[in-house]
Every structure is written in C-alpha cells, then in structure tokens.
C-alpha cells in the first residue's frame, strides 16, 4: 500500500470501514474535531491528515495483531517529545546491540506510539520530520520503514486485507 494522497483518502476510508465492518472488527468511538484539536494544542503538533480522519470517520483505536492493541489518541503514553522533527529518512540500525540512549531518544522525536507489539518493538506514526505521515518500525536495535513506504491509512488498510500474517518487513531490502 502507498502513501496515499488528500484526494484519494475518502475512498480508502470507505474501503477500510467496508472491511472493519465484514470482519465484525471492534473499534473505539469516533473522535469529535474539538478532541483532536485539543491533543493537538496541548502537544504543540498537526496530526497527519489521514490519521486525523481515521480517527473522525473510523474509530480511535481497535483490537488487532493477536490481541494487541491499535492505541487510542489519549492512550497513556510516555512522555513524548512529538514537536521535534523525526530526522530519519532511511532505516538506522545500530549493529548488534542495542541503540544507544542518544540514538534511541532521536528516533522516538516527533512520532506517536501506534501499537506495542512487545519484546520492545512498536510500530510508530512519525508526526513531524521529513517522513512525516508514514509509520515506521521501531525497536532497542533501531527503526525502519514498514515495507513499502505507506502513510496511517496504507498500514491498517494492509493489516486488514493480511490479518495477522501481514509481513511488513516482505520489501524492506535490509
């Protein structure tokens, strides 16, 4: 799935909400503009479009990956550093130990945690930086792109057409 284009997210978000429905899928209640807006006030950051109308028109979070969980927006979180930029564009991979606190620090900036899939990976929905709008794979020994490039919008609507069995690493070159 791509980065999906403005124009193009009304009908992905029918396909999606066809699919969450013919899978009896449980998803948490819509969020009101005036929720949004006041997550996004009070961190000082703009939600990705397609995010913020997944989260209007979809649902705020759902049952997926086993059982693991796709986080509501108000999701108790650490604390975040969400303004600074994510300043990655490629994967960064700290050879064979784990990330150094710096390293680690920087590659959690301007993301929002989108599920905890444990043993320390996350998959994260950069918010700011270059990359901003795709997720990404995070983990003690670095982070990197879900497969092919692919924005909010792309990655669930991959989770629902794979199930469980998606792959998201099937492109990744590394």
């Known amino acids: 799935m791509p980065v ?6 009304s009908t992905v ?16 209640p819509v969020l009101s503009e005036k929720d949004i807006c006041t997550f ?7 939600l990705p ?13 759902c049952d997926m990956f086993g059982g693991f969980d796709l986080l509501p927006l108000n999701a ?8 600074s930029p994510f300043p990655f564009t490629e994967y960064v991979i700290e050879a064979e130990e784990p990330l150094s ?27 700011t930086g270059p990359c901003r709008g795709e ?12 497969c092919q490039r692919q924005d909010f919008l792309g990655w669930f609507e991959r989770w629902l057409t794979a199930g469980d069995d998606v792959d998201y690493y099937a492109e990744f070159p590394y």
């Open 101 to 127: 606190e710096e390293l680690w620090r920087q590659i959690q900036q301007g993301t929002l945690e989108l599920i905890d899939i444990g043993c320390g990976q996350t998959f994260q929905l950069i918010i």
């Open 135 to 146: 997720v990404w794979s995070l983990c003690e020994m670095g982070t990197q792109p879900c």
């Open 76 to 83: 108790n979180r650490q604390s975040q550093d969400y303004v």
């Open 40 to 46: 996004e006030e009070s961190h000082k950051i703009q």
């Open 49 to 61: 479009e397609g995010y913020r109308r997944f989260l209007l028109e979809v649902g705020d979070g």
């Open 4 to 9: 999906y284009q403005s124009d193009e997210y």
């Open 13 to 28: 978000l029918e396909r999606i909400k066809r699919e969450i429905e013919q899978q009896n899928i449980q998803m948490g």
